[in-house]
């Protein structure tokens, strides 16, 4: 059975069977309603036989079970977790009605008698009891399981994709004609050969997904909704090869439903977004969570006049009236992408334009920045990517050399002068700044948008989009340059190259944190390079602390990075996971994800070079761009790019130790601990607690004299009496590094201090160099 997850305490569960059907591409056609709160319509999902059951679909039946069969025999033995269900579960009853916007059919409420329902339900997913027996599998038909929550699935239905018109290029030498069986196969040729058209021919390819989304239903599917699932079989299919690989849902939202937000923009105009919820979009639409389920998109979405629809699709849509009242608009992706990263945003935005001397000049001052980074880069380039294919920026010529994307600012109308004073003259000095640094910007264009004051955030990315909060707007430029640069490396580490595991947040947080600082330098092009490196210290300090503070309030268990360890990627057999802790209330206001991950990349940039460690990440970004990764991928590559780090002890295996598979602080170098004191010897003040707690996490007694010497000077200043006789220590066996600090005992003009400087001298003084002792009696008498 399903089981009942406590939403505010457990792992987020990823339900999807990806490994026996893989979504490929899906094509949404939806009415936004804010009357009642809900978004309506349908979605065409089209499938690829999955990984552990991927066989040739004209083989014939006999070829097909004969290969299933050979499956289930190989795991007799032990649970195969195939989610199948009796043939008698449940049966349907269904009538039709027009939508009140677009025209089409819309599913009615099944009866009373019929599993066919949007009640919530328990389903036998996943149950040790369904093992692949032979003697069993027979009687049993495949189910389906997509990642869906909060919605109310109306119908589910098979398209007859062979009778739409010029389909039959895709049918290679079969006819359209013969027995049912035959024709369910031709069906998922057709789909085979669409989703596998070469990367040239993705404009007609959008265009058959386009017709075949329209093609007439040809018989509907069992289904039923559990609480974090959509489960869905055909009668009589047994195996993920014969199942139907073009299907249609009919569904709606739920005005609770926890992916999308209604509220009103601060101009008091209604608007809906999707706000980055722990349970990311499935209860936006039924879909594969799991991040390998890499999957392009096209969708219509119809709403009132007046309301701008904003997507993260790579086209600036322009609205199309359908009647009076009513407008549609269409946005579409080429680039492979997980269903999380899809988002939408509808409102009374107004667009931002770029109207004032000021922008036009600050355009104008980024020819600096308008060629790629070095040669290096250029070959890279024209290596062959190793993502699976489609109309890729970094291998066309044009893409490689601009420098500035196409992009577009939208707000509330109360926000536009705002954001043409602080925003819109930001935008292409970071994207500028970014491209210097990492090279070809991965998506096409970008839209940024100031949403609803309830964003819980100060911004967040999506490809060819991103959300900031009105909050970067006020008090100048630099809060909210230095939240663009974050948004905007996103594009890079964790919408271009993404997390093969969600857990590994630190690889898209982590990476962003450390990038914005590097992007926001490059676009202060008129700040001399010392006050530059003085911003990027007093940053590291605040992190430094807010990390500090974050490890002393938390629990431990989520202050690991890489909190599956060992198994981080690894999936059941069906292709299902966890996100591990992903419906922890408290994770997602913590940082640790990008302070910890921050400093991780700081300390490896220091070891490297900066120049070293930027080279090292662009070629990263070129071998990786398109895929998904682990931690290992890019520390691997980085340790094979600095052969000499490896020599001096440095391994994936000891940064997996200190960095990311343990709770706390890691455990600095002495000359991290020398820097980070130094900050620390800058603060007018620091409590007991705090220095006890440097101590400890430190052991600072432990170090070397650099080390304990500036932890001696926090004592003095903090006037700390539980380290004095870390001093009284220093000054006895230390005494070619003491002297400076017998002034600083004296110079506080404290009595303590003054008779622990004059003790420390007595005691040593017999055994002091005759110079030393002069200037220290000169010091003290």
Sequence with gaps: METQLDPMKDDLPLMANTSYMLLKHYVLDLDVDFKSKVIEGSIVLFFETGSQYRKTI???????????????????????????????????????????????????????????????????????????????????????????????????????VAAVSGIEK??????????????????????????????????????????CSQAPGCGELLFSTGTWSLEIRKSGIQSPADFPHAIRIWYKTKPEGRSVTWTTDQSGRPCVYTMGSPIN???????????????????????????????????????????????????????????????????????????????KAAIGTNTEFSSPSSQTDLRWHEEICGHVEYPCRFQNPAARLQAVIPY???????????????????????LSAAYATLGTH???????????????????????????????????????????????????????????????????????????????????????????????????LLRWRRLRDEVQNSEEELQVLRPKKESTGEVSESGASVVKYG??????????????????????????????????????????????????????????DIPKQKQSGLTVESIFQNWLDTSGIPKLLPDQLVLLLEFLLEEKTLCPRILQCLERTYQLREQDAEVRHRWCELVIKHKYEPGYGDIERFLREDQAMGVYLYGELMVNEDAKQQELARKCFAAAQEHMDASSAKVVAEMLF
């Design 170 to 211: 895709f049918t290679r030498s079969a006819k359209l004609t013969g027995v049912s069986k035959e024709l369910e196969n031709i069906r998922n040729q057709i789909v085979h050969e669409l989703v596998t058209l070469p990367a040239d021919h993705w404009k007609e390819q959008l265009y058959y997904f386009t017709h």
């Design 583 to 640: 419906l922890k209330a408290e994770k997602i206001f913590m940082q640790v994800h990008y302070l910890k991950g921050y400093f991780l990349l700081r300390s490896l940039a220091r070891k490297i070079g900066e120049v070293s460690y930027l080279a090292s990440l662009r070629k990263f970004v070129i071998k990786f761009h398109g895929q998904l990764v682990l931690s290992q991928d890019f520390l691997s590559m980085l340790l094979e």
């Design 408 to 430: 577009r600012v939208f707000a509330p109308w109360c926000l536009m002068e705002s954001c043409e004073e602080y925003l819109l003259h930001l935008v292409p000095q970071c």
């Design 442 to 540: 991965p998506f096409s264009r970008l839209d940024v948008l100031i949403v609803p004051s309830n964003f819980s955030s100060l911004g967040m990315a999506s490809p060819h989009i991103i959300f900031l909060s009105q909050s970067v707007l006020p008090g100048g430029s630099h809060l909210c340059g230095t939240r663009l640069c974050h948004e905007i490396a996103h594009a890079w580490f964790g919408l271009a190259i993404g997390a093969r595991d969600w857990t590994e947040e630190w690889i898209s947080e982590g990476f962003a944190t450390f990038l914005e600082d590097i992007f926001w330098a490059r676009a202060q092009q008129q700040l001399p390079h010392d006050e530059i490196k003085e911003q990027q210290e007093l940053k590291a």
């Design 58 to 160: 004209s083989a014939g039946k006999e070829c097909c079970q004969s290969q299933f069969d050979e499956t289930c025999k190989m795991r007799a033995s032990e649970p195969c977790h195939i989610p199948m269900i009796n043939v008698s579960t449940c049966s349907s009853k269904t009538e039709c009605n027009d939508f009140a916007v677009s025209g089409k059919e819309e599913e009615a409420t099944s009866d009373g008698n019929s599993n066919h329902s949007n009640n919530e339900q328990a389903s036998g997913i996943s149950s040790s009891k369904d093992c692949c027996d032979i003697e069993d599998h027979g009687n049993k038909d495949f189910l389906l399981v997509l990642d869906c929550c909060d919605l109310s699935v109306l119908k589910v239905e098979e398209l007859d």
């Design 281 to 359: 979009n499935r209860a936006l639409f039924p879909c594969q969570e799991p991040p390998t389920a890499l999957s392009t998109w096209q969708a219509s979405v119809r709403t009132a006049s007046g309301f701008v629809v904003l997507m993260s699709g790579e086209n600036s849509a322009e609205p199309v009236q359908l009647r009076e009242g009513i407008l549609s608009w269409y946005y579409y992706v080429s680039m492979p992408m997980p269903a999380s990263t899809f988002t939408i945003a509808v409102g009374c935005w107004q667009e931002v334009k770029q109207q004032s001397f000021k922008q």
